[in-house]
């Protein structure tokens, strides 16, 4: 059974860059696609971006691209996220995910337990 | 991109209710339409995949039909422990955008 663990600094100041790494446990990296989604304070899902290890196909979110960095580290069996210039309204809860079957277009049937993340000066 | 309209925002029933969820996308994305639940303070689960697939373990009280722009999640008799925040997402292809949401409450 697959399970992802994740972790990062959870507070943040403004312009500082978020970073977050899921560590993936109970299966390998390849073939699937990473997910990172995010939740801000009572509001709802944002699909962030993913990427495939084997293909190397990163997807943004086009209102995310330009400060964001999705990485794969297959060595360690985990994926990142870096998100540059932050600020208030990057805080949320963020959640790395799975799909269900090793195709792009796939739901998301594994997450990570979610990191609050808050960026305050 | 593909626009998402979930409806509606929130919704307040009877246990024992009927309760239907549409969501809406402004292109077809065939069947590529999952539901998730979202219980206060959890992560999101999976109730149903390729709209109308329902996940092992799920009751079989929960439905999802539909296909092109035009989906729904049932809920054919609402129980207390449904308590939860609904979501679509279509995920066809990038951005795989999430619906914004249903609240659904016990009267």
């Known amino acids: 059974q697959v399970q992802l663990q994740q972790w990062g600094a959870g507070l943040l100041k403004p312009s500082e860059t978020l970073s977050l790494t899921c560590d993936v446990k109970?299966?390998?990296?390849?073939?699937?696609?990473w997910s990172w989604i995010r939740q801000t304070p009572g509001k709802g899902l944002e699909w962030i971006g993913e990427?495939?290890?084997?293909?190397?196909?990163?997807n943004y979110n086009p209102s995310l691209k330009s400060r964001l960095t999705i990485s794969v580290d297959t060595s360690n069996n985990q994926f990142s996220l870096k998100l540059t210039s932050v600020t208030a309204a990057d805080t949320a809860v963020y959640y790395c995910?799975?799909?269900?079957?090793?195709?792009?277009?796939?739901?998301?049937?594994?997450w990570g337990q979610g990191t609050l993340v808050t960026v305050s000066s | 991109d593909i626009e998402m309209t979930q409806s509606p925002s929130s919704l307040s029933a009877s246990v024992g209710d009927r309760v239907t969820i549409t969501c809406r996308t402004s292109?077809?994305?065939?069947?590529?339409l999952a539901w998730y639940q979202q219980k206060p303070g959890k992560v999101p689960k999976l109730l149903i995949s390729?709209?109308?697939i329902l996940e092992s373990g799920v009751p079989s009280r929960f439905s999802g039909s539909g296909s092109g722009i035009e989906f729904t999640l049932t809920i054919s008799s609402l129980q207390p422990e449904d308590v939860a925040t609904y979501y679509c997402?279509?995920?066809?292809?990038?951005?795989?955008?999430f619906g914004q949401g249903t609240k659904v409450e016990i009267k």
């Open positions: 995910a799975r799909g269900g079957v090793p195709v792009a277009w796939s739901s998301l049937n594994y």
């Open positions: 292109l077809s994305i065939n069947n590529y």
């Open positions: 109970g299966g390998s990296l390849s073939g699937y696609y």
């Open positions: 997402q279509k995920y066809n292809s990038p951005p795989r955008t």
């Open positions: 990427i495939n290890p084997v293909s190397r196909v990163i």
């Open positions: 390729g709209a109308s």
